[in-house]
């Protein structure tokens, strides 16, 4: 348990990281009006809070930056309060009074507003990635190489692909497999029919078909519901701009995990997370590629049932009361839009 002293002071060094990006000495911490103290006294209590794990020294520098278990302490002790200034509320008030038609619409525009509100990189999740469900699936015949696999989601829309028959299938084959799905899938969620095809629908298939290989590889193309445009991400190159991300390598890595849509979408799943705002510092991410980063994210929810999630994604030294308070506003906008357009 930190004194008093000592969280005050350790306050004073995260609030001036994240807006210098430069490591803090305790000169410029003692002279701060709000601290107080000598800066003997500070470098006491700064070899202290290094000691105890929640400040580094970098090697070229004599000041202090926070580690990431002292980014854990700051963000679990932040007082709530209203950090953004009026015209900032009312652009976000404003977008969501107007009465826009299409949820996807308000889901980009969404992702385009954090970016730009905190100059980080933004991702949401529309809410048909979790609450779509399958409801119907069918494989007709057009000839003896084509059919057209034919699904109907929980939401009322129809998909249609064209796919070929694997050679030897035969035409109670196909309907075993069509049987197969209905039974297997209805009401599963459309973006676990890939998960579920491969941990429970394969076996059945090894057992019921003599073509088993070959018509997983059909169905495999035929389940996947391109789950990418599901995904909305805005202000991807403002990592470029962070001083933490110079190393090329190091912004290539965070880019290309932006880019895989199923490990974003558990990362950001609302089912892992719950109600209310989460802050995953560094490697509470569990992935190298967030290794350096910060991933705040807020779920936004119809009668009480969590439709989709709200993420800011940027570098430790990030500004956590704004974004924070940013995404407590978005996502209750959220749920308050949703429950009015679905009463």
Not at 10 to 26: F, T
Not at 106 to 132: C, K, R, W
Not at 162 to 174: L, N
Not at 304 to 312: H, K, P, R, S, Y
Request: glycine share 6%.
């Amino acid at each position: 348990m930190l004194t008093e002293r000592q969280r005050m002071i350790l306050n004073a060094i995260v609030d001036d990281y994240i807006r210098s990006a430069e490591p803090v000495g305790s000169r410029s911490i003692s002279k701060r009006g709000d601290v107080g103290y000598s800066p003997a006294t500070i470098r006491n209590e700064m070899a202290d809070l290094e000691e105890l794990g929640f400040l580094e020294q970098p090697h070229t520098s004599a000041g202090r930056i926070p580690s990431h278990k002292g980014y854990r302490y700051y963000v679990d002790h932040i007082a709530p309060g209203n950090l953004l200034e009026p015209a900032e509320l009312d652009t976000m008030r404003t977008f969501f009074a107007e009465k826009l038609n299409a949820m996807e619409q308000v889901i980009q525009q969404s992702a385009m507003i954090l970016s730009h509100m905190t100059n980080y990189t933004s991702i949401l999740l529309g809410p048909e990635v979790f609450h779509t469900s399958l409801r119907h699936f069918q494989l007709l015949s057009i000839n003896e190489t084509t059919a057209v696999a034919i699904i109907v989601t929980s939401s009322g829309q129809v998909e249609n692909k064209t796919v070929k028959i694997p050679q030897g299938v035969s035409v109670s084959e196909m309907e075993r497999v069509v049987n197969l799905l209905n039974s297997k899938l209805i009401n599963v969620p459309l973006y676990k029919l890939k998960s579920r095809l491969y941990s429970e629908i394969s076996q059945e298939l090894e057992r019921h078909t003599s073509h088993y290989e070959e018509l997983l590889l059909v169905l495999d193309s035929v389940l996947d519901n391109d789950n990418e445009q599901r995904v909305y991400l805005s202000g991807t190159t403002n990592m470029l701009t962070q001083p933490e991300f110079k190393d090329v390598d190091k912004v290539k890595n965070i880019l290309d995990l932006l880019e895989e849509t199923p490990t974003l979408m558990k990362m950001m799943s609302p089912t892992l997370g719950g109600e209310g705002i989460h802050v995953r510092i560094g490697t509470e991410n569990n992935h190298e590629a967030f290794a350096n980063c910060s991933l705040i994210t807020a779920t936004y929810s119809l009668e009480g049932e969590a439709l989709g999630t709200i993420g800011i994604l940027g570098p430790t030294r990030m500004e956590y009361a704004r974004v924070m308070n940013i995404l407590g506003i978005l996502s209750r906008d959220l749920t308050t839009l949703l429950s009015h357009w679905y009463k």
